[in-house]
């Protein structure tokens, strides 16, 4: 995949899993892409370690799955460390 691809791919993972979270998160679409681009990226590694696959082409499916399931677990730790950030400070 190429690193626009991979960009998009982690935007829209990320876009996808701030619909999927309840609750409020901050940050507008650049840093929903970056935590969408790690997600992405943590989701590569996790399918790789699990599966011996990790992204391999923008249209499959576990390409997604793996991206949008790494931008959920990104999101949560952002949420959990910018909550904890907003109570202490």
Known sequence: MGF???LLLGLLAGAIAKLILPGRQGGGWLVTMLLGVVGALLGGWIG???FGEGLTQFFAIRTWLLAIGGSIIVLLIWGLVTN?????G
């Not at 904890?84 to 202490?88: D, F, L, Q, S, Y």
């Open 4 to 6: 626009f691809g991979f």
């Open 84 to 88: 904890r950030r907003a109570h202490h």
């Open 48 to 50: 790789g370690l699990i």
